[in-house]
Each structure stands twice: as structure tokens, then as C-alpha cells.
């Protein structure tokens, strides 16, 4: 086996059947324990050039991966001296060839792998938008069947670079939410697996590719990682993957900070995090559907975060010593608008909520001007991908709203499913 899965609350360590949680129903992540543990680059285009730390067996063809270089425009401005970014979007003057657009893409590739591998059945991820499109962009890539769940207004992010047969679309009145909730009872129909968000390994250790692209071309671990968040899942990613570079012992043994960042007026898992709660509250997310409403990016508007159960941004964060602070709208237009003047390239909205975040953090004095700081741009170049792919936008299999029975969506999915299962 090239690795185990282990709960991070009983410890019990189990064999990879495509688990989402502990068997002993312990309130836990699982986390994949790897037996490589020295990091091998394999001599192939794609994120699976890190197979050794992505649980899956085999392969899948992408050239999708997380480009990492030094800054040095942005860097001047912001008064950094040795600031590294980890681009993840379509960027082709940098070999970024994310064609979604977004990091979402390191999460789906494995996802769909390690489904294949494990179990038969066809995949189910909710989304606000940038999850879907990356999951469809693989389907349509590899043939893969996929039930995507959208809010309705997210409907316009669902693209693709070439036709995408085996994607059935649904979108539901009000917010990514009410997709997750809608996505739930849609896994009870046979046949169905949830994606499992946080809590499928493939996702996280795909997110955790950013970690390992930053460290390996910087030649140690950064003394920051900087990320805009929703779930805080990519934080959960990056500190194991810090985990398992300190372990490999060539790349320092300092954990790095994790400096992250939500788009106000939401920021339930700032509030939390500022009074060291290991619970984020109703009181976090007041009049919530208002809130999400105001942001500038809305795939930061996670209701239900991995944050209090074992091995949740909680615990990733004390064990990092990091720091969570949130940006408003305009501070983030303002910090997008730089990013393209100094490097060169649009960025998604979540991205530019990062960058706007390190800009107010370097300004506080939270960051040392001489630290190594990672900041992962999640997210961008879709000016160049409209110019250089063919986009096929998808239109919803099936609209429904809060008040569609549920008989009605399950009728039609099951006589869609019925090709597949």
C-alpha cells in the first residue's frame, strides 16, 4: 500500500477504502500516512508529478500544478524581500496551464482518482462555483461522471475548455449552503458518493501540492503561508503538508504560520479564531445570508468550516501560531488592481482577497520585511483563457428551489444515473 489513513482522534489507522470519516465515529479528519516519506519529483507534467503524497495509485493526464516564483515587482511595493508566489490558474507565459482557472483543479484530479480506485459509483461535490467548474473540467477531461450542486446565481461559473457530456448540473435557490444541504440528501440515492469537502484526504493532499511546489523551488519551508479562505481547508492542507516536508528533513524543521484571511462582512472563522473558540457560533455569521450577499468573493462563504473537529483549522492553527484577519470589498478590488500592474495577470476574487490581506499585514508590522512568505494566488488569468480556449458553458440539467420536493430532483437523477451505475 502506498499509504494508510489514520483519525486523528482514536489514532486507529485504517486501510484506504475511500473512508470520508473514522469508522469508530470518532468527530475527526482522517489523515493519509504516505510510506514514501522523502518527496520524489517524477519527471511528468501535472500535479501527479507529487504522487507519492496524493493518495491515489495511478495517474491521470493533466499538465494542472501549482507554478511557484519569485516576486519581484509586488515584492518591491509591498517592502518584501523574499515574498514567492505559488500561481494557480491559466498563465501560460508561466507554464500555469490550470484550465478552470483555479486551485480547485489540484483537488479534483485526485478526487476522481481515488474514487475510481476505491469504489464504483458516481461523484457528487457542491460547490459556489470554482469547486464545480474544476470537477467539470475534469469530467470533461476524462470522461468521469459528476453531479454538481450550485446556487442558482452561481450558474455563469460553470464552464468548461471541451464539451462535458457526463455532468449533470443542478442549481438551487439561495446560497452554497443550501447546495451542500441539497447535495447531502442527493448522496442517499444509491449509486451516489459525496466528494466529501474537507474531509477526503485527495482533496486536501491535492490542495497541499502548493506547499510542496513552494518549498521544494524556494529550497526550504517559507516562514509564511498566505491564503484567502472560506472552509479554511487549504490551511488544513498546507500545515500537512508542512507536516510530512519536516519529516522529510530537507527543507527546515519550522513549522510555517498560517496568515489567512476572510472577506468581510463574513468572517465567522476570524471571530472564532480571535477568541481562541474552538467552535464557530450562529453569533459568528450574523443576518449570514445578508452577510454573503455583500462579499466581493462569495466561495469564501462556508457555513459549516472543518474548524472545531479534530484536525480542523482549530487545531492547524495552534499548531502553526496563526493569524486570521478579514479584508473588505474594496481593500480587495484595490489589491487585485496591483497584482495586475506589478505581475502582470487577473486574478480570481479570492486571490485578490489574499493579496489584500498580506498588503494590510505588512502595513500592521504582523510580517517581518526580511521573512520568506508564500502567498497562494488560488486562483486567475481567465482574461487569458478566454482568449486562448474554446469555453462551453453548461447549462443546468435540473433548476430547482428550497421548495422542489425532493422526489421530483431524485426522479430525474436516478433516470440519469441509470447510464452510469
Not at 499509504?3 to 489523515?31: K, M
Not at 511546489?213 to 472560506?230: R, S
Not at 489584500?356 to 504582523?366: N, P, T
Amino acid at each position: 500500500m502506498t499509504h494508510l489513513l489514520r483519525c486523528l482522534a482514536c489514532g486507529q489507522i485504517f486501510p484506504d477504502t475511500y473512508l470520508l470519516s473514522c469508522p469508530n465515529g470518532c468527530n475527526s479528519l482522517l489523515r493519509a500516512e504516505y510510506s514514501a516519506k522523502h518527496i520524489t519529483i517524477h519527471p511528468i507534467p501535472g500535479i501527479f508529478k507529487y504522487k507519492d503524497w496524493l493518495p491515489v495509485h495511478d495517474t491521470l493526464t493533466t499538465k494542472a500544478e501549482p507554478v511557484c516564483y519569485k516576486s519581484s515587482h509586488l515584492a518591491r511595493v509591498m517592502g518584501l524581500s523574499r515574498l514567492w508566489i505559488v500561481f494557480s490558474g491559466y498563465w501560460p507565459e508561466k507554464s500555469a496551464l490550470v484550465l478552470s482557472g483555479s486551485f480547485k483543479e489540484f483537488e479534483a484530479f485526485p478526487t476522481v482518482q481515488r474514487m475510481k480506485e476505491c469504489v464504483s459509483g458516481v461523484i457528487q461535490v457542491a460547490s459556489a462555483g470554482n469547486t464545480g467548474r474544476a470537477f467539470a473540467e475534469v469530467s470533461a477531461q476524462t470522461g468521469q461522471p459528476v453531479i454538481i450542486v450550485i446556487p442558482q446565481s452561481a450558474h455563469d461559473r460553470i464552464w468548461t475548455t471541451r464539451p462535458a457530456p457526463h455532468v449533470l448540473l443542478i442549481t438551487i435557490s439561495g446560497d452554497y449552503t443550501d447546495a451542500i444541504n441539497l447535495g447531502n440528501k442527493i448522496c442517499s440515492i444509491p449509486g451516489i458518493c459525496p466528494e466529501g469537502g474537507a474531509k477526503n484526504v485527495a482533496r486536501r493532499d491535492g490542495m497541499g501540492t502548493v506547499m510542496l511546489a513552494g518549498t521544494v523551488n524556494i529550497g526550504h519551508l517559507p516562514d509564511l503561508y498566505v491564503q484567502a479562505v472560506g472552509s479554511g481547508t487549504g490551511g488544513i492542507a498546507a500545515y500537512e503538508a508542512s507536516l510530512r516536508l519536516i519529516e522529510d528533513g530537507r527543507f527546515g524543521t519550522k513549522m510555517p504560520r498560517l496568515l489567512l484571511f476572510q472577506n468581510e462582512p463574513f468572517i465567522p472563522l476570524v471571530r472564532a479564531w480571535q477568541e481562541k473558540r474552538q467552535d464557530v457560533r450562529d453569533e459568528d455569521m450574523p443576518d449570514a445570508k445578508r452577510a454573503i450577499a455583500q462579499v466581493f468573493s462569495d466561495v469564501l462563504t462556508n457555513r459549516t468550516p472543518p474548524y472545531g473537529i479534530a484536525g480542523g483549522l482549530f487545531d492547524a492553527l495552534v499548531a502553526t501560531d496563526g493569524i486570521m484577519g478579514g479584508v473588505t470589498t474594496s481593500e480587495a478590488e484595490e489589491a487585485g488592481k496591483i497584482f495586475l500592474s506589478q505581475e502582470g495577470i487577473d486574478l480570481d476574487p479570492a486571490a485578490a482577497v489574499c493579496v489584500a490581506g498580506l498588503l494590510k499585514s505588512v502595513q500592521s508590522g504582523i510580517i517581518n520585511p526580511d521573512e520568506t512568505v508564500l502567498l497562494n494566488i488560488t486562483g486567475g488569468g481567465y482574461e487569458s483563457g478566454k482568449r486562448d480556449l474554446s469555453r462551453y458553458e453548461k447549462e443546468p440539467d435540473i433548476i430547482a428551489t428550497k421548495d422542489t420536493p425532493f422526489e421530483i430532483i431524485s426522479l430525474k437523477i436516478k433516470e440519469w444515473i441509470i447510464l452510469y451505475v
